[in-house]
């Protein structure tokens, strides 16, 4: 198992724990350069995703990922955090219904919740 689905998993370990929606992995290795990984998931209101973000970026760190870049956590709406192979997208639900970063990485491997669990 590569260090960057370790990652993945405590993202989505961290995510679960704080309640979030709609978790969902995309491997996007095989379509685009930016990323390995994008983690997206939902929150009900602005202080619940800034618990979420926090709680990732500590897991993150904790599996040995920097933060490299964030954008939105003064926003309620749409949370970015950039740990180079592994990007976490964090929406309010209408924003996320707007944007539909499935849709639009339609061609991604979506990694199946059991894999995320372990």
Do not use: C
Not at 43 to 55: F, I, R, W
Not at 65 to 80: A, R
């Amino acid at each position: 198992m590569t260090n960057e689905f370790n990652g993945v998993k405590a993202a989505y370990a961290a995510l679960d724990d704080k309640l979030a929606q709609d978790i969902k992995v995309l491997e996007i290795s095989e379509i685009s350069p930016i990323a390995d990984y994008f983690v997206i998931a939902s929150g009900n209101n602005p202080n619940q995703l800034k618990a979420m973000a926090d709680t990732v970026e500590e897991a993150l760190y904790k599996a040995g990922f920097k933060l490299g870049h964030s954008e939105g956590m003064q926003t309620n709406s749409w949370i970015l955090l950039d740990f180079g192979e592994i990007v976490v997208h964090l929406f309010n639900k209408e924003d996320r219904d707007f944007y539909s970063l499935e849709r639009i990485w339609g061609d991604a491997k979506v990694i199946p919740q059991e894999e995320l669990k372990s």
